[in-house]
């Protein structure tokens, strides 16, 4: 547009800091050329283009309004919230600390600034953006819910839950209030407050799979499994079968130990996911405990299509016939796993134990090195390699090296492990033993 000279004074003093000379001189230009109502009307279209989510469009207003007046603060708030979500960082901070200046009474600016602060992952400085944003508009439902937001984002959820609830306060009908609440809540252990939250998001936005995945969650570290599963049974009948809740459902189902059920949840989840290495492995694991073999071999092979480099695949089978009992197939089976991930304790130690059992001294032999190797890798706390390394020295008639680490798992184990039980039974044999061999 043609600018006159109002326009070059305020653009002027504009570029030398002097912003309410600016805005004056900007404000007597629209008033002069009979603009500012056409203004006003492009700023309320670009923020709701905004709200819609049409970010192109909002961004073509917004510099249409910025062209003609730019001097106003609401435009750079726009744009820096535009910038925001597309992850232009620069453009953001630069568009936030124009606001700033020319709003610095409008606590939207000084959120925004916050934001800025917090996407460069700066905490401490937009907290401290965000507080005077709240402060400076304590009914801007932005500025009260961004500041709830990063303070339970920072681990301060007590702090952060009576901005949120002036949040939910401002806009009763907003979900991600109450979803952020129910989150700080859930933070703070305040469980019934946490429900009450999700379950309001939830039903503002119940095609959301958050809102439905969040408050199993809650039932979850509740231990109200059967509550947590029939939530998660009304989310997939709105959401249909999302993968993130089919997984939740089939972890309800198990701490439920209901087989059946968590089967029937896996398949569904497979439907959806075919490619998800970890739900065919659930399907293994559970049509093995089933005592359904061949479908829990077949789950097991469909993994192996997939990623023929999945030890877990390979451990699984070696699992499955070491129940059948099938040695060979189990022992090719585990030796693959082992070869697969030479340095994962749990093939060695099922490899070394299948080894134990065998009529076969060369194979009792070589579980040794493998559960000597394995015991370097279990994690602290797991006595099940040390109990077959003494079983192993047993097995090759070593006895006291065998009574070492039996009487070793009693020392260390906790009471009532069942590991230390079961070493305290094998060194009462291996002293039977010895004395029947005097």
């Known amino acids: 547009m043609a600018q006159s000279d109002l326009y070059r004074r305020g653009y002027e003093q504009l570029k030398a800091g002097n912003y309410e000379e600016a805005k004056r001189l900007f404000r007597e230009n629209e008033a002069a050329s009979g603009t500012t109502a056409a203004t006003q009307a492009l700023l309320k279209q670009a923020d709701a283009k905004l709200r819609e989510g049409d970010l192109k469009q909002a961004a073509t207003l917004f510099e249409q309004v910025l062209d003609r007046n730019p001097s106003l603060p609401e435009v750079y708030q726009g744009l820096a919230r535009i910038?925001?979500?597309?992850?232009?960082?620069?453009?953001?901070?630069?568009?936030?600390?124009?606001?700033?200046?020319?709003?610095?009474?409008?606590?939207?600016?000084?959120?925004?600034?916050?934001?800025?602060?917090?996407?460069?992952?700066?905490?401490?400085?937009?907290?401290?953006?965000?507080?005077?944003?709240?402060?400076?508009?304590?009914?801007?439902?932005?500025?009260?819910?961004?500041?709830?937001r990063v303070l339970a984002a920072a681990g301060r959820g007590a702090w952060g839950v009576l901005p949120l609830k002036q949040a939910t306060e401002l806009e009763p009908n907003n979900p991600d209030g109450f979803y952020t609440l129910g989150m700080a809540y859930k933070q703070t252990r305040q469980y019934e407050n946490s429900l009450r939250a999700f379950e309001k998001a939830r039903d503002l936005a119940p095609t959301n799979v958050d809102m439905w995945a969040t408050l199993a969650d809650v039932l979850?570290?509740?231990?109200?499994?059967?509550?947590?599963?029939?939530?998660?049974?009304?989310?997939?009948?709105?959401?249909?079968?999302?993968?993130?809740?089919?997984?939740?459902?089939?972890?309800?189902?198990?701490?439920?130990?209901?087989?059946?059920?968590?089967?029937g949840y896996v398949e569904r989840e497979l439907k959806v996911a075919p490619n998800y290495e970890q739900a065919w492995l659930n399907l293994a694991n559970l049509t093995l405990l089933e005592k359904d073999f061949e479908r829990s071999e077949q789950a097991a092979r469909e993994l192996l299509k997939r990623n023929p480099k999945s030890w877990e695949a390979y451990f699984h089978l070696g699992n499955l016939f070491e129940a059948v009992p099938a040695e060979k197939e189990a022992e090719d089976a585990y030796r693959k796993a082992v070869e697969l991930a030479?340095?994962?304790?749990?093939?060695?130690?099922?490899?070394?134990?299948?080894?134990?059992?065998?009529?076969?001294?060369?194979?009792?032999?070589?579980?040794?090195?493998?559960?000597?190797?394995?015991?370097k890798l279990a994690p602290a706390g797991d006595w099940t390699v040390m109990y077959n390394l003494a079983l192993a020295h047993t097995q090759l008639g070593q006895r006291d090296r065998a009574m070492e680490l039996a009487r070793r798992i009693q020392q260390e184990a906790p009471a009532g492990n069942d590991m230390a039980e079961q070493a305290r039974r094998l060194e009462s044999n291996l002293k039977e033993a010895a004395a029947r061999s005097r």
Not at 114 to 140: D, F, I, M, Y
Not at 235 to 259: N, Y
Not at 349 to 374: D, R, S, Y
């Open 220 to 263: 979850f570290e509740l231990k109200e499994y059967k509550a947590a599963r029939d939530v998660l049974d009304h989310g997939l009948a709105r959401c249909g079968d999302h993968p993130a809740l089919l997984e939740k459902a089939l972890a309800a189902s198990m701490m439920l130990s209901d087989t059946e059920a968590s089967v």
């Open 83 to 148: 910038s925001l979500f597309t992850g232009d960082g620069d453009s953001a901070r630069v568009h936030a600390t124009a606001a700033v200046r020319l709003g610095p009474g409008q606590g939207l600016s000084w959120t925004l600034m916050g934001l800025v602060h917090e996407a460069a992952g700066e905490v401490e400085t937009a907290l401290q953006h965000l507080q005077k944003g709240a402060e400076l508009s304590p009914t801007v439902f932005l500025c009260q819910f961004n500041l709830g």
């Open 342 to 375: 030479p340095d994962n304790w749990k093939p060695l130690t099922n490899l070394a134990g299948l080894l134990i059992q065998m009529k076969n001294p060369a194979k009792n032999a070589e579980a040794v090195p493998l559960l000597e190797k394995a015991l």
